[in-house]
């Protein structure tokens, strides 16, 4: 591999762009001789290719206010603009199409029927499942079989 692909491969696997890559001068026919991902991926743990730190430019104000509001301060009730749903709890929407999309994907599977979907759609709509753990554990309660790699498939959905 070139010094380029090295590069590249290094900004992928950091997460950041090619120009903020650096490669030690000592460590150059390494990373010519870097051929795989893996490669790359090794020479990064023992530090030959690095990313150069992200610039901050954050004034002195700003990370006092920061220092004061890691306290608590300027936390309180007149600081805020949204209600307590709003800033802390996963939204309704959120949740309801994961489960929704559980349900479409063991309809389609013939692994549930139109009436147990439509009985599992209601009460996900009512609010009884939590996240799509608790519906697929009810849905295993009630005697459908879901197989442990079904399980995981379906988590990730």
């Known amino acids: 591999m070139s010094m380029n692909l090295t590069r590249r491969v290094a900004s992928r696997l950091l997460k950041r762009g090619e120009s903020s890559i650096r490669i030690k001068p000592s460590a150059a026919s390494d990373a010519k001789g870097a051929i ?5 991926r090794n020479l990064i743990k023992k530090g030959d290719v690095y990313a150069v730190p992200k610039k901050r430019n954050l004034s002195l104000h700003g990370k006092e206010r920061r220092k004061r509001r890691d306290k608590g301060r300027s936390r309180g009730k007149g600081r805020r603009k949204g209600t307590y749903k709003a800033r802390v709890e996963i939204s309704y929407t959120k949740k309801i199409r994961g489960q ?3 349900l479409k994907d063991l309809k389609q599977k013939g ?3 139109n009436a ?4 599992y759609y209601l009460l996900a709509k009512g609010g009884t499942f939590v996240n799509k753990v608790t519906l697929i ?3 295993i309660a009630d005697g ?5 790699e079904e399980f995981e498939r379906l988590r990730h959905i």
Request: charged share 30%; net charge positive.
């Open 137 to 139: 554990n009810r849905l």
């Open 36 to 40: 795989s991902a893996e490669d790359v």
């Open 100 to 102: 929704r999309r559980i």
């Open 111 to 113: 692994t549930i029927d």
């Open 116 to 119: 147990q979907f439509t009985k």
């Open 144 to 148: 459908i079989s879901i197989s442990s």
